[in-house]
């Protein structure tokens, strides 16, 4: 069974800052792995998929990397504003199965 | 593009009411779509997948009983939580696979139950 492991749980930097969530993951045998962003009481918003077959993906600020045969992912943001303050999630599906399996989260507040 | 939109948005119900669950594809056909649970502080837990016109898979654990899943069309879901308990309060949330990219998953807003 696929289990999604996020480090930290939690985290909170100064505005400015760059910074790097951590994902792991137990199967290698993916199909692609995707980040998203929670705010409070709200719904998920995807930043960053990335296929099997790629290393990396970026997006403006977000640069999002994958290894599958460690089983790792992480989640670069540069130059943190106080709006990035959310929980971020990182999710895997399986080869084969479009289901996904997330992490808790890793809840990050940029403090101005 | 690729919205989900969940009606309602936030529900209030007394213990061993039912209350049902709306999710909506607004822009593109859903084959497929899933219904997931995220208590406090806790991440998304599966709970089933439905695909359209047929009956909605389950997760190990997911009372198919007591949450009733329909996906009569390829732009519409409902869960139905029968007898609601104050233990079933929590947020749900739904997604939808596009009918021609399955393995994207677009997430709706979220529904935050609450059974007093």
């Known amino acids: 069974k696929q289990e999604v492991t996020q480090i930290p749980a939690a985290l909170s930097v100064p505005e400015g800052e760059n910074l790097v969530l951590n994902c792991s993951f137990t199967d290698s045998a993916i199909y692609n792995l995707q980040w998203f962003r929670q705010d409070p009481g709200k719904g998920l918003t995807s930043l960053l998929l990335i296929q099997s077959s790629q290393r990396e993906q970026t997006s403006g600020r977000l640069n999002a990397s994958l290894d599958k045969s460690s089983g790792r992912s992480t989640l670069y943001i540069a130059a943190s504003q106080p709006g990035d303050s959310a929980t971020y999630l990182c999710?895997?599906?399986?080869?084969?199965?479009?289901?996904?399996?997330f992490g808790k989260g890793t809840k990050l507040s940029v403090i101005p | 593009g690729a919205v989900v939109s969940q009606h309602p948005s936030w529900v209030i119900c007394k213990s061993g009411t039912s209350v049902k669950i709306e999710c909506r594809s607004l822009d593109f056909q859903a084959t497929t779509m899933f219904w997931y649970r995220q208590f406090p502080k806790q991440s998304l837990m599966l709970m089933a997948t439905s695909n359209e016109g047929s009956k909605a898979t389950y997760e190990q654990g997911v009372e198919k009983d007591k949450f009733l899943i329909n996906h009569a069309s390829l732009t519409l879901s409902t869960l139905t939580v029968t007898s609601a308990h104050p233990e079933d309060s929590s947020f749900y949330i739904c997604?939808?696979?596009?009918?021609?990219?399955?393995?994207?998953?677009?997430f709706g807003p979220g529904t935050r139950l609450t059974v007093t």
């Open positions: 999710a895997v599906s399986g080869a084969g199965s479009y289901q996904l399996t």
């Open positions: 997604s939808a696979s596009p009918r021609l990219a399955v393995y994207e998953q677009y």
